[in-house]
């Protein structure tokens, strides 16, 4: 292991809710920081990082755009999806068009210029599909039933292979299911997120079947600590799964949302569907040995946290 300062990292969708706050992590640890997002995106996230960072609006389908981003720069942070899990199915080509085929012109262009490590966000909840077993270690076979996850799936294959030909170092992590401030309430992914808007807004929560889909949640938080560490450290194991180890229902999280924002909850309960795996619970000893990082957040404090940021931006 060897320990790295200052840095020169771009984060491909920096503006949004992990990038904005993986922004701050390596702020933190003194490393300089682009944010690469598309034209236009809003500032909000990343407003109070005023001059701390440099700003580059580009098309992450833009070959050029991509090239020019990699002017000066050691690091690449990897955040970009045009899709979501639940939509993703809807148009597969669009997906691999704008997320795969990008990916790979993005990993061409690191060697070019020479980049010292690629990390990759990859999904630990949905590029192993319906587990075989529990928890999910990074060597459980990968057979993922969302578009999504096959990207996910295929750009680190890929990876792999700009590994052994080119020699280009990387490292991807299976995140978990992010949640805290500043995550978009008003997507369909995130349900911590999506229920405390709704209970805030005394507006009602639809849960696609019965409330008992157990999940592995992580503080956004502790998230961005174990994925900012992959520049610290060098490490011959490529993959690790980021999450908090534990595993909680949807009816378990709105009992933690009743009791938190003291409020009477609506919810409304349709079929289930055939994309949610009954339940996904990560093993993260692999990450935990070989960063000497472990989740900090209880799921108690993190809904807390982000209850309150909502109240008071909503």
């Not at 229902?249 to 933690?256: R, T």
Request: proline fraction near 3%.
């Amino acid at each position: 292991m060897s320990l790295k300062k200052n840095k020169r990292c771009i984060i491909y969708g920096g503006g949004g809710f992990i990038g904005s706050h993986l922004a701050d992590a390596l702020i933190e640890k003194g490393h300089s920081v682009t944010i690469f997002d598309k034209l236009n995106f809003s500032r909000n996230n990343i407003s109070h990082l005023g001059k701390k960072v440099k700003i580059i609006e580009g098309d992450f389908n833009n070959e050029i755009d991509i090239k020019n981003s990699l002017k000066n720069i050691d690091y690449v942070f990897h955040l970009v999806s045009s899709t979501l899990p639940a939509s993703s199915n809807t148009n597969p080509i669009y997906d691999a068009e704008t997320n795969l085929v990008s990916s790979l012109r993005l990993l061409e262009e690191c060697v070019a210029n020479k980049i010292e490590k690629v990390i990759f966000v990859s999904s630990g909840g949905t590029v192993y599909g319906d587990p075989q077993y529990l928890p999910v270690n990074e060597n459980h076979p990968r057979h993922p039933i969302v578009s999504y996850a096959i990207i996910k799936n295929t750009i680190e294959d890929y990876l792999f292979m700009f590994n052994k030909l080119y020699g280009l170092d990387y490292t991807v992590f299976r995140l978990a299911n992010p949640y805290g401030e500043r995550q978009n309430p008003l997507v369909a992914q995130g349900a911590i997120a999506v229920f405390l808007h709704k209970i805030i807004h005394n507006q009602q929560i639809e849960i696609w079947g019965d409330g008992s889909v157990i999940r592995d949640y992580i503080y956004i938080k502790d998230a961005v600590e174990a994925i900012a560490k992959g520049i610290d450290i060098d490490n011959k194991l490529k993959i690790f799964n980021v999450g908090s180890g534990k595993g909680y229902s949807l009816k378990q999280l709105l009992n933690f949302m009743k009791k938190i924002s003291g409020k009477k909850i609506k919810v409304k309960y349709e079929e289930g569907r055939v994309i949610d795996v009954p339940v996904n619970i990560l093993d993260i000893s692999l990450i935990k040995k070989a960063y000497n990082w472990k989740p900090q957040t209880s799921i108690e404090t993190g809904i807390k946290n982000t209850y309150n940021f909502f109240v008071n931006n909503s």
